[in-house]
């Protein structure tokens, strides 16, 4: 199946800095990724829907301010949190579909990353 | 969006079936049942999808009634290493439109 990687896969910053996140879609190139965040023992919840060439779409409740998004290019989306404070401390996954190898098969399977384990001093 | 409901969690003992029932009654005409399953500190991995019917790959099948309000994931002689947290998830793509909602999942604990 197709492989999303994330970078880095863990990050310790200093309360105050910026974290940048890279997803990349590694053998099909992906129009629309999702940034994800969960927290401990708790359920995926979608952030944002990254759209290359265009503006991401954010969750209700999500800062598009805080939560800066980038979708560049066909295999390549970035999250950047700013200002990082403590409580954005979480574990931040990505998906993509891959439209062209599921088309006509009907199914509409995403595939993840491995996440991305922010801590935030 | 479709809603999803499932059992927080489940237990079994190895080698033995699991069926997973999740119910999701506002399911809209384009919509699919989606499967993933997750480890800790991991991203989810897919495990099957299906529209309607019955969908059976290497790992798993999925049991869809004819009103899709429900849907069972069956798990076929579970091991150690299938102890993790499973998402039923509606997956709505139309209309240039494609959206996913992760429920809150069934933590399996499979016993030796």
């Known amino acids: 199946g197709a492989v999303v990687s994330q970078h880095p896969s863990w990050v310790i910053c200093k309360s105050g800095t910026s974290v940048k996140i890279e997803c990349r879609s590694l053998?099909?190139?992906?129009?629309?990724m999702f940034w994800y965040r969960q927290f401990p023992k708790q359920s995926l919840m979608l952030m944002a829907t990254?759209?290359?060439?265009?503006?991401?779409?954010?969750e209700q409740g999500v800062e598009k301010d805080k939560f800066l998004i980038n979708h560049a290019s066909l295999t390549l989306s970035t999250l950047t949190v700013t200002s990082a404070h403590p409580e954005d401390s979480s574990f931040y996954i990505c998906s993509a579909r891959d439209p062209i190898s599921l088309a006509g098969e009907g199914r509409n399977e995403q595939f993840f990353g491995p996440g991305t384990r922010l801590t935030v001093l | 969006l479709a809603k999803t409901t499932q059992p927080i969690s489940m237990d079994s003992y190895e080698g033995q079936e699991v069926n997973i029932t999740c119910s999701h009654n506002n399911i809209a005409t384009n919509d699919y049942i989606t499967w993933y399953q997750q480890f800790p500190s991991q991203g989810p991995r897919f495990i099957i999808q299906?529209?309607?019917t019955k969908v059976t790959n290497e790992v798993a099948s999925l049991f869809i009634p004819a009103d899709r309000k429900s849907s069972t994931l069956s798990l076929p002689r579970v091991s150690l290493s299938d102890t993790a947290v499973y998402y039923c998830?509606?997956?709505?793509?139309?209309?240039?439109?494609?959206?996913?909602?992760f429920g809150k999942g069934t933590k399996l604990s499979v016993i030796p």
């Open positions: 998830l509606v997956v709505y793509s139309g209309a240039g439109s494609y959206q996913l909602t």
């Open positions: 990254s759209n290359e060439g265009s503006k991401a779409t954010y």
């Open positions: 053998d099909f190139q992906a129009t629309t």
């Open positions: 299906g529209y309607k």
